[in-house]
């Protein structure tokens, strides 16, 4: 069989160089102005795949923005794997951060047995994770060993909560039919100790609006004697947790499935450096909920956070101004079995409860996404368990992770299948945040696993 590693030898700068392109494409979702750019890297990314030898590709309309499809059937008895990915990516402001524009690929960090970072938003986010399952797929035509049916489900709106994808995966049960989702999406622990993602939380995201005087005073006339909305609002923010990290909303854990301290145990068999991991933030501290570790307060506990506030005068030098207004974006994440529309029920109940009679409250909820939990003892974890034990020398530690894909508890809702989160990227390529990366080693590491994963799972599924 031809040798992976050669082709990596003879092909590496053009593949470097056709993932640059994707990363060119500012596919921003969440901003209005990109919806151009959104459409045409559903193209290219159509393109790759049409070129790596995928048939029927096309772009598969939504209420949104389209889906892109690709198939290669190579029997109708051979399991069939539905690959599951986003060509959208978040805003990439601050772009100040940056040190090189965002939307203008640069790989850096090259050094002696390390082949460096390349650097740019979506980079691990998920364009070059998408991007190895398509050479993944291109290497196994060339050489004839796809021994799998696959399927591309290729989205353009995770970023923004997936809105469109549940009608779309309704109205497409008869396309996508299969057994199986593989994504990669999520990350490793280190390159040197792989993992597989088995959990993901869930997520409830909320605006609120605090409204005071009716238009904004000056601070001086009637600072003291009128309620200045800001400082309720932090007020009211500060109060949802308690002095123990727990989250006070009434009823907030209500659902919690607490873990038996022997999957606690299990789960803390994962390898974490507390020190690296607050060097690495630049904190001093760690936060959280009371009797649970960091890697828990992460990921099998529930959060409340502040993504986003602002209120009054926020330009250059002083405005003396008491604001009429104050607002904040905030996200729960939860995990098995909080209902996040119940949760964002909850929510709003309670922070309009505790609202201050000087005040007034309008909450609005915005996305939100079931939590979900992936057994181990199936045949496409094994599968992926052998195809990284493989490639990387070691058998892969499963993970609970953080983040949270909405659409992956549909898959199992409504087309009643699971899914293998194998993902390659690293925690520490700042996903979200400015100068996003992701290892060159990692991108040509999925794209040598991938194949693994397939041939694993024909013979585990026949067997
Ligand atoms: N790929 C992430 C989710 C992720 C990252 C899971 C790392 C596990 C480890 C995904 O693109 C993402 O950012 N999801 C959003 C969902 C939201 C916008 C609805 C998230 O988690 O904030
Ligand atoms: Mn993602
Ligand atoms: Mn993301």
Redesign the pocket.
Known sequence: MANIQDYFLQNKQTILEELMSWLRVPSISADPHYRDSVFRMADVVAESLRKAGAEHVRLLPTKGFPVVYGEKIVHPDAPTVIVYG?YDV?PPDPLELWINPPFEPQIRDEAPGFPGNIYARGAA??KGQVFIHVKALEWMLRHETLPCNVRFMIEGE?????AHLPEFLEESKDLYQGDVFLIS???LIANDIPSI?VG??G?A?MEVEVTGPRMDLHSGVYGGAVANPANVLCRMIASLHDHHGRITIPGFYDDVLELTPAERQALAEAPFDEEAYKKELGVQALWGEEGFTTPERSSIRPSLDVNGMWSGYIGEGAKTVLPSKAYAKI?M?LVPNQDPEKIAELFARHFTAIAPPYVQVNVKPH???WPVVIPTDTPEYRAAECAMQETFGRKPVPVR??????IVALFERILGLKSV?M?F?L?SDA??SPNERFGIYNLFKGIETVPAFYRHYARLKNS
């Open positions: 986003h978040q986010d998920d995770e970023e923004v909560g997936s999406d999520t990350s993602t993901l939380r997520l995201y996200s994440r996305h939100g996404g992770g953080g983040g949270s894909i909405p989160l993902g990227g925690d996903i979200h």
